[in-house]
């Protein structure tokens, strides 16, 4: 059974909501439309959707001891590396030529994991997303409900009125 999507969509036009359409050999029958899911985010959804996203991923130099940051898989010919949680064990900042960059003058910051090293450049130049309990992750989303309740069919913020 398909989740129930968070978010303002619609019923795939394409699928007509089945997450099927034609058969190829390399998909078989998913609908390209959707992705197989039967339904695609609304742009206030998906505005929402990204609001969601940021609100969970953070700077590499903003995790602390204990924190779990996600490893992206990814696939490599025949190999395949899946999606993983890992709990920090140990942060610190050192020169970026520590960690092997070139530049001398940068600052990088290193994380040690359960699952390896993770290394970054200092001022949030790149995010990792951060683990959170099932509380925290409910506050997010009613958070991010509200956020799309003061967006337009556009996914733009609503113009306020000025106050008398």
Same mark, same amino acid.
């Given at each position: 059974?398909?989740?129930?999507?968070?978010?303002?969509?619609?019923?795939?036009?394409?699928?007509?909501?089945?997450?099927?359409?034609?058969?190829?050999?390399?998909?078989?029958?998913? *609908?390209?439309? *959707?992705?197989?899911?039967?339904?695609?985010?609304?742009?206030?959804?998906?505005?929402?959707?990204?609001?969601?996203?940021?609100?969970?991923?953070?700077?590499?130099?903003?995790?602390?001891?204990?924190?779990?940051?996600?490893?992206?898989?990814?696939?490599?010919?025949?190999?395949?590396?899946?999606?993983?949680?890992?709990?920090?064990?140990?942060?610190?900042?050192?020169?970026?030529?520590?960690?092997?960059?070139?530049?001398?003058?940068?600052?990088?910051?290193?994380?040690?994991?359960?699952?390896?090293?993770?290394?970054?450049?200092?001022?949030?130049?790149?995010?990792?997303?951060?683990?959170?309990?099932?509380?925290?992750?409910?506050?997010?989303?009613?958070?991010?409900?509200?956020?799309?309740?003061?967006?337009?069919?556009?996914?733009?913020?609503?113009?306020?009125?000025?106050?008398?």
């Amino acid at each position: 059974m398909k989740a129930k999507p968070t978010f303002e969509h619609e019923t795939c036009s394409r699928c007509c909501g089945t997450g099927n359409y034609s058969y190829n050999p390399v998909s078989g029958s998913r *609908c390209f439309g *959707c992705g197989g899911v039967g339904y695609k985010l609304t742009k206030r959804g998906r505005a929402a959707q990204n609001f969601l996203n940021a609100m969970r991923e953070m700077p590499l130099e903003n995790f602390e001891i204990g924190d779990l940051i996600r490893f992206d898989g990814f696939h490599a010919g025949s190999y395949v590396e899946p999606t993983r949680w890992a709990k920090v064990i140990s942060k610190e900042i050192v020169p970026a030529t520590e960690v092997g960059y070139i530049n001398n003058y940068e600052l990088c910051v290193k994380v040690e994991t359960s699952q390896g090293t993770v290394t970054g450049f200092v001022g949030g130049k790149s995010t990792w997303r951060k683990g959170f309990t099932a509380e925290q992750k409910q506050a997010q989303v009613n958070e991010a409900l509200a956020y799309q309740e003061t967006l337009t069919k556009t996914g733009k913020p609503r113009k306020q009125k000025l106050a008398a």
